[in-house]
């Protein structure tokens, strides 16, 4: 099934805090897995992307976690700041194609 | 400056018109991209193209046309045929095969379509 299900839909977090945000796919043909970052009235940006091969991958407050056996990957940003807010999308790509497939999206607002 | 320019930034059109979105790169990219932004739905794939002259349909291709006549531009036309198409309009593309490390989209910075 091509589908990648994101939440929470939104998220409020404490500036300093933890933002944790979800992803869940059922696809085992995925093989690559983007988060992108979109501030209002632009277009997305790759944050950070994981392998289905690695289960942690970091870049300094972001870090990628995923789990290959409950086909889930999540994004947490440490230390969350205000300058954070905006809309989070993942995505994954299907073995062998040249496209991608994207979440619902996850808007955070980190409150100062 | 390399990048994707969308133009225009906001557009309106009366209903059952046929408009015209533009997309132009300056990287050099070979595959072009075509995603709509509604709230809560996220980016849903309309139309890609992975060289000149040939591009596939994508999730939600009903209502939308495509060409790709030149590497650097793929434009797209929303039909009268589109039954819902307020939306926000992203294009993307992208020079790195699928098979490699860092594979990623660089995105436009899109183009609001409202339909009165």
């Known amino acids: 099934q091509q589908q990648v299900k994101q939440s929470p839909q939104s998220l409020i977090v404490q500036k300093g805090g933890i933002s944790i945000i979800n992803c869940a796919y059922e696809?085992?043909?995925?093989?690559?897995f983007p988060w992108y970052q979109q501030f209002p009235g632009k277009g997305p940006a790759l944050l950070i992307a994981?392998?289905?091969?690695?289960s942690e991958k970091k870049e300094g407050r972001f870090t990628i976690s995923f789990n290959k056996s409950a086909k889930q990957f999540s994004l947490h940003i440490m230390d969350s700041q205000p300058g954070d807010s905006a809309t989070y999308f993942c995505a994954a790509r299907p073995g062998g194609y040249n496209k991608l497939i994207f979440g619902a999206g996850t808007r955070l607002a980190v409150h100062p | 400056d390399g990048g994707i320019t969308q133009s225009p930034k906001y557009l309106f059109r009366k209903e059952g018109q046929n408009v015209t979105l533009s997309c132009e790169q300056n990287?050099?990219?070979?595959?072009m991209y075509w995603y709509r932004q509604d709230p809560g739905q996220g980016l849903r794939l309309i139309y890609y193209?992975?060289?000149?002259?040939?591009?596939q349909k994508g999730d939600i291709a009903e209502g939308y046309s495509v060409s790709r006549e030149k590497k650097e531009s793929f434009p797209l036309t929303v039909t009268s045929a589109q039954k819902n198409p307020t939306a926000f309009y992203l294009c993307?593309?992208?020079?790195?095969?699928?098979?490699?490390?860092?594979?990623?989209?660089?995105f436009g910075s899109g183009t609001r379509l409202t339909v009165v």
């Open positions: 990287l050099n990219h070979d595959a």
């Open positions: 994981i392998r289905p091969d690695v």
């Open positions: 696809n085992t043909a995925f093989d690559y």
């Open positions: 993307a593309s992208t020079s790195t095969p699928p098979g490699q490390e860092n594979y990623g989209y660089t």
């Open positions: 193209s992975q060289i000149v002259n040939d591009f």
